[in-house]
């Protein structure tokens, strides 16, 4: 008899925020794999759970999934949790899954929260079509080029955000985006200072820089879908400035000045100058 493997959510701040079944599959499997044990081990007290944990992270996953599966296979049932939420969602688990499928064991999911499902549901954007980017790159350069190949999709997109670089990055978005898409910044949801505003990116960027306590905590940020209406209305406005533009300066100094002006792609703005 080969054991389960289940992916048990936990919690994202609110201890209440488990699932009763969660709770009887950590009480009653062999193993509970956690990132943190130390983490976890707040979560087990609360909830009587003397279940034997191991440490599992990203940083020991390869390592590990090989002994795991083998476990599995002599008849021991193994959960893996995360520090918050559900497991493999920007955490570790992706590895072992996939490995486990591979040799066909019985995988079981054990739902619950996670940070972008209660951001979405309660941000007021457009919930029937979204992609979800996990965290956005550390370095500026990078980040920036990233925003700007996902500038135009038209769905919610949904960031994890840390709070180190969760200004400079509002301020990112402001330049690739423009000011004038509706964005949702959801901080340190379940938790006592929850806070979800949906605003213009200018007005969240004041928010942030108005108090340094705004900017700590957990964030999730989401931006509404590029608006077709808005980039036909950026187009025509870049086709009537351009050509002024071109006409008294370079044209990499007009194509940032009508990148600013019309909310488009600086590179975009550039190759249509290039071709006047
Ligand atoms: N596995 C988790 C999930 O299902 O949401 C995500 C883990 S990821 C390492 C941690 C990030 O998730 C945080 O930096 C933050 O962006 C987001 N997050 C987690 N808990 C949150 C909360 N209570 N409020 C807002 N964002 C949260």
Redesign the pocket.
Known sequence: MTGTLYIV?TP??NLGDITIRAVDVLKNVDLVLAEDTRHSKKLFAHYDIGTPLRAFHEHNEKDKTEAIINEINTGKSIAII??????????PGYHLVSNAKNVGLNVVPIPG????I??LTSSGLTSNSFTFFG?LPSKQVARLKFLQVKMNLDETIIF???PKRILSTLKDMLEVFGGSREVCL??????SF?TILRDKLPNLIEYLSADISHQR????ILVSPADKIDLIESERQLDKILPILCAEMGASKASKLAAKITGLDKKHCYKRAKSL
């Open positions: 959510s994202i701040g995360s520090d918050a939420g559900t497991p493999l969602i920007s955490d929260p996670s940070a972008l209660a951001a965290f994890y955000e840390s959801a901080k340190e949801l379940t938790k929850e905590g957990e964030f999730v």
